[in-house]
């Protein structure tokens, strides 16, 4: 059975602070990986996948990197509009996604 | 805005009751998949459809129940409603099952009192 786990399950930054977010994952066979954002009461907005180790992704401010056994979200100087709960996921096999507990992000101005 | 579509976005009954959550995936996607998030289990994979046909179930429970119309819109029937079926329910769509992006919609939010 698929498995997947976020730490650290909050963290709390002041502006411009970087910081990482960790993802790791226990797959049969690995069909990507997903980043999503999720804002209180909305529905997760994708951010990046990643098919391979060694592939790294980048939007704005967020870094996605991936490795046989995790993936991280580096997140580089951040603002107080990046705060948010970071969700990972892996498919399953002609299923839909396994998705972790997620992060909840607190940037502090 | 991923293009994904959910009515209603709010939703309150009773216990015992029965009610229709309904979604409209992206232009041109033909897979849809409905989520179940709560706060104690986070987000959980009910079922999918492709193209119509039922393709993979996750953790749905027997009172709740799905379909793909012809013309690709989807609903989520949920019966015999129970407390702890309050929730958001989110949708999300993609162009082909398997290893593609699912995008996901606004999500309708369940309150069974």
């Known amino acids: 059975e698929d498995q997947v786990t976020q730490s650290p399950e909050a963290l709390r930054l002041q502006e411009g602070e970087s910081s990482s977010l960790n993802c790791s994952y226990t797959v049969s066979g690995l069909r990507g990986l997903f980043w999503y954002r999720q804002d209180p009461g909305k529905g997760p907005e994708f951010l990046f996948t990643?098919?391979?180790a060694g592939e790294e992704k980048e939007k704005e401010r967020l870094k996605a990197t991936l490795t046989k056994k995790e993936s991280f979200l580096h997140i580089t100087a951040p603002k107080p509009e990046d705060s948010a709960t970071y969700l990972c996921a892996v498919p399953a096999e002609g299923s839909g996604l396994t998705f972790g507990e997620g992060t909840q992000l607190t940037v502090n101005p | 805005d991923s293009g994904v579509t959910q009515t209603p976005k709010h939703l309150i009954t009773a216990t015992g009751q029965r009610v229709t959550l309904r979604c409209s995936p992206r232009s041109g996607d033909l897979s849809v998949y409905w989520y179940q998030q709560s706060l104690d289990q986070g987000l959980q994979f009910l079922i999918q459809y492709y193209n119509g046909e039922e393709r993979a179930k996750g953790n749905i429970l027997e009172r709740f129940s799905a379909q793909q119309f012809p013309d690709l819109h989807s609903e989520l029937n949920l019966s015999s409603l129970e407390l702890g079926d309050s929730a958001l329910y989110f949708c999300?769509?993609?162009?082909?099952?398997?290893?593609?992006?699912?995008?996901f919609g606004p999500g309708t939010r369940l309150l069974v009192l």
């Open positions: 999300a769509s993609s162009p082909n099952p398997g290893r593609e992006t699912q995008y």
């Open positions: 990643l098919y391979s």
